[in-house]
T-cell receptor, first 116, second 113 residues
């Protein structure tokens, strides 16, 4: 079975500062993919970043980077230079070979609030 | 048009009524999924389908049924709606493979009174 844990129900950050959103995962599969999604108040799900279990380098996409620590089974999202528009719910998710690379398993989510 | 279209966007229904949520996609993906989102619980999988003839239960399938009418269409039904099925419902599609994420629909906000 695979599991995703996000231990921060809510986070606050000052505009232009960096923030880290935590995600730990549990799987026995050696091959898996990790994803982060953003859900603004309008409700849609927006893909942010992907990290593969065999990737040697941490993934980056603009202001988003994924701090992947395989031995610790953590995949934290780092947002640099926060903007007011970053205020949203953020979900960490995983899919693995054991589920035929099918279903994504999601964490509980973290609500990020960016203060001006 | 959106890649994944869910209808309706919002729905209020009464306890005991049958309701169908519809999902259609233009991505050409074989894999389709239905999730529900509840505060503090994240997204939980209701049903998923890897092709037209393949339907699988997710972790919370009780009280729900699905129909895969075509590669592009995947409907979710609540046979007899109850208030604790009030939630935000998402349809999603994907390709197979580790690195492929989902394409989500815009969601259906369902309220059962």
């Amino acid at each position: 079975a695979q599991k995703i844990t996000q231990t921060q129900p809510g986070m606050f950050v000052q505009e232009k500062e960096a923030v880290t959103l935590d995600c730990t995962y549990d799987t026995s599969d050696p091959s898996y993919g990790l994803f982060w999604y953003k859900q603004p108040s309008s409700g849609e799900m927006i893909f942010l970043i992907y990290q593969g279990s065999y990737d040697q380098q941490n993934a980056t996409e603009g202001r988003y980077s994924l701090n992947f620590q395989k031995a610790r089974k953590s995949a934290n999202l780092v947002i640099s230079a926060s903007q007011l528009g970053d205020s949203a719910m953020y979900f960490c998710a995983m899919r693995s070979r054991g589920t035929s690379y099918g279903k994504l398993t999601f964490g509980q989510g973290t609500i990020l609030t960016v203060h001006p | 048009d959106a890649d994944v279209t869910q209808t309706p966007r919002n729905r209020i229904t009464k306890t005991g009524k049958r309701i169908m949520l519809e999902c259609s996609q233009t991505k050409g993906h074989d894999r389709m999924y239905w999730y529900r989102q509840d505060p503090g619980l994240g997204l939980r999988l209701i049903y998923y389908s890897f092709d037209v003839k393949d339907i699988n239960k997710g972790e919370i399938s009780d009280g729900y049924s699905v129909s895969r009418q075509a590669q592009a269409k995947f409907s979710l039904s609540l046979e007899s709606a109850i208030p604790n099925q009030t939630a935000l419902y998402f349809c999603a599609t994907s390709e197979g493979g580790q690195s492929y994420g989902y394409t989500f629909g815009s969601g259906t906000r369902l309220t059962v009174v």
